[in-house]
C-alpha cells in the first residue's frame, strides 16, 4: 500500500537507458541523500533505487544498489550546507564501511553511524540494500556527548538496544509504507532519536564501567540534568555530580569514554543553545552581553571569542544573517 499523506519520492535506474544510469544514480544519490560518488563494479549491469519519506526532523531513504565503491570525498563535504548523521541498517547482503580511520563489515540488520562531514567509503560486493535514517547532527549531539566515538563503528544487531533499534527503525519503515500518516509518523520521530542516543551510549560505555545498562541511564540524567540548567551560573562538574547524586570523579568517569569532558559538554550545550536564540528572526536578543551573562559566559568577549570557534561568526554576526534570511 502507498503512503498516504507523507512527502516521498521513487527513483529508480530502470527508467533510463543503460549507457546512463551511473551518472543518473550519482545525481540521484547526491541529491537525494548526501553528495557522493559511486562507481560501479560493472557499469554497463549495474543498477539502483531509492525510495524517500520526509519526516520533518527526520528523512529516510530506502537504498537498493548493484555491486560499487562509494566514496563521500572532501570536495563533497565542502559542498554540503548541512551537518548531518547518517544512521545506516543493514537490511540485504553485506557492506564495508570506512570512516575516521575506522573499517568494519555489516551484516544484516547491523547498524552504523556516519558523519557527513568527514570523507566515508563504502564497498557493496554484491547487490545491497540498506535503511538510511539522517537528522542534522544537533538533534543527536542534544542527547549525548562526543558523537564522534561512535561514528564509524559497526553496531551489531544482535546486541543490547541495537537490536531494539534496528528492529524498530525496520517496523517503522514499514508502517510508514502501510498507510501511517504524517502526523503520527512526525509524533514518533523524538521517539526514535532517544533510542538511537541510548543504543549509542550503551555501546559507548559497554565493557568500560561494570553493566551498561547503569552507566547509560545515570549518563542520560547527567544530560538532561545539564540540558534543564544551562542558564545556571554554577554549572560546575562539583554542582553537576552533587545534583545527581554521584561523586565527581564518577561524573568524570562516565565523560571519560569519550574526547569531550563534562565542561567541554556544558560549553557546547550553552552556545548551541544561544545559537538557537539568535537564530529566531523574530525573538532573538538584542543585547548580547545579557545573554552571555545569562548562559554563564564570564564576558562578552570570551562569549564572542568561543561562539565565533564554534560557528566561524561572532553572535551579533550570526544574529544578523538569521534576521536577513527571514
Known amino acids: 500500500m502507498p503512503m498516504t499523506d507523507i512527502p516521498t519520492c521513487e527513483f529508480s535506474t530502470d527508467t533510463v537507458a543503460p549507457a546512463e544510469r551511473v551518472d543518473y544514480w550519482n545525481a540521484l544519490a547526491s541529491g537525494a541523500i548526501v553528495a557522493l560518488e559511486s562507481r560501479p563494479v560493472d557499469p554497463r549491469r549495474f543498477s539502483g533505487s531509492i525510495r524517500t519519506a520526509d519526516l520533518g526532523d527526520i528523512k529516510m531513504f530506502d537504498v537498493a544498489s548493484g555491486p560499487a565503491v562509494v566514496r563521500h570525498t572532501q570536495a563533497h563535504v565542502a559542498a554540503s550546507s548541512v551537518a548531518r548523521y547518517l544512521l545506516c541498517v543493514n537490511l540485504d547482503g553485506k557492506s564495508r564501511q570506512r570512516q575516521m580511520g575506522r573499517e568494519d563489515v555489516l551484516q544484516s540488520n547491523d547498524l552504523m553511524l556516519i558523519d557527513t562531514t568527514r570523507p566515508y567509503e563504502l564497498f557493496f560486493g554484491d547487490s545491497n540494500r540498506m ?54 509518523a512526525r509524533r514518533v520521530t523524538d521517539g526514535m532519536l532517544d533510542l538511537i542516543s541510548s543504543a549509542l551510549i550503551s555501546e559507548r560505555f559497554s565493557g568500560s564501567i561494570g553493566d551498561s545498562a547503569r552507566p547509560v541511564k545515570r549518563f542520560q540524567q547527567v544530560i538532561n540534568y545539564i540540558d534543564a540548567h544551562l542558564t545556571d551560573p554554577v554549572l560546575t562538574p ?29 560549553t557546547r550545550r550553552r552556545l548551541e ?54
Open 273 to 326: 543553545e544561544c545559537a538557537r536564540l539568535l537564530s529566531d528572526a523574530v525573538a532573538a536578543p538584542d543585547c548580547i552581553a545579557t545573554l552571555a551573562r545569562d548562559y554563564g559566559f564570564g564576558s562578552p568577549t570570551h562569549f564572542g571569542r568561543v561562539f565565533r570557534a564554534r560557528f566561524g561568526l561572532s553572535p551579533g554576526e550570526y544574529r544578523d544573517r538569521a534576521r536577513s534570511l527571514s
Open 131 to 184: 535503511l538510511v535514517v539522517a537528522f542534522e547532527q544537533k538533534l543527536l549531539e542534544r542527547r549525548m556527548a562526543d558523537c564522534e566515538a561512535m561514528v564509524g563503528r559497526r553496531l551489531c544487531a544482535d546486541r543490547g538496544l541495537n537490536t531494539v533499534v534496528s528492529d524498530f527503525i525496520r517496523a517503522f519503515w514499514k508502517e510508514c509504507n502501510d498507510g501511517a500518516s504524517l502526523r503520527s
Open 238 to 266: 562539583s554542582r553537576i555530580a552533587s545534583q545527581c547524586g554521584m561523586t565527581p570523579r564518577y561524573l568524570h568517569l562516565l565523560f571519560g569514554t569519550g574526547d569531550e569532558s563534562v565542561v567541554q559538554f556544558v
